[in-house]
């Protein structure tokens, strides 16, 4: 079953609004999330880094007062799209490593499509 | 992590085999050759990995080469739900690599047709 879930898979904004991506890991605590974007037929490309209880390390060229991460749980990321434009259509993802348990790769959510009117 | 050179794209007739290679030529002694898949508008998904002996698991097979500059990942029977982009990746497993990023490169288009 899924490891890490994500929610929601697809939303449809107005521009100019905001919108809140959930990322959880089930069964498992993670210290550390990341977020990725992924535009049509390109790989994905890492955003940021979310650390639970303290700030999230941005990737050079993402804007941080635009896309909020808040890791306020140790199973619980947000991602938060402020202000969304049309160019913030995307394909959103997180991934948290696992336990030992679970072989401490990896795992990634089913991802969210984005779409900015 | 070492770079990893994949072909953009393969097509492969269902119920035949896939033989997906990927070439890491600069790979260090302890980093691990990682499998992942993305099918369309999914997350990736985890293949399989290895250092230096084949492996194989319910999914796949990974070849890894001698001297560990490349490797194969065989798909032994594919079906059309095995199209997808697959993506090799090579870093230091979890415990050693703490919580860094998986990165992507380009992967390989595969087209499994009936």
């Known amino acids: 079953g899924a490891v890490v879930s994500q929610h929601p898979s697809w939303v449809i904004c107005k521009s100019g609004t905001s919108v809140k991506i959930e990322c959880r890991s089930l069964d498992f605590q993670a210290t550390t999330m990341f977020w990725y974007r992924q535009f049509p037929k390109q790989s994905l490309m890492l955003m940021a880094t979310s650390n639970e209880g303290s700030k999230a390390t941005y990737e050079q060229g993402v804007e941080k007062d635009k896309f909020l991460i808040n890791h306020a749980s140790l199973t619980l990321s947000t991602l938060t799209v402020t202000s969304a434009h049309p160019e913030d259509s995307s394909f959103y993802i997180c991934?948290?490593?696992?336990?030992?348990?679970?072989?401490?790769?990896?795992?990634f959510g089913s991802g969210t499509q984005l779409s900015v009117l | 992590d070492a770079k990893t050179t994949q072909p953009p794209s393969m097509d492969c007739a269902e119920g035949r085999a896939a033989n997906l290679p990927c070439n890491h030529s600069t790979i260090s002694g302890n980093e691990y050759v990682y499998w992942y898949r993305q099918i369309h508008s999914q997350g990736p998904q985890y293949i399989i990995h290895g250092l230096k002996n084949n492996e194989t698991n319910e999914m796949a097979s990974l070849i890894i080469t001698e001297d560990r500059k490349s490797s194969t990942l065989i798909l032994p029977h594919a079906t059309l739900r095995d199209t997808a982009v697959y993506y090799c990746i090579v870093r230091r497993p979890g415990a050693y690599s703490g919580n860094t990023p998986l990165v992507f490169g380009k992967g390989t288009r595969l087209s499994v047709i009936a």
């Open positions: 991934s948290a490593r696992g336990d030992r348990a679970r072989g401490e790769k990896l795992f």
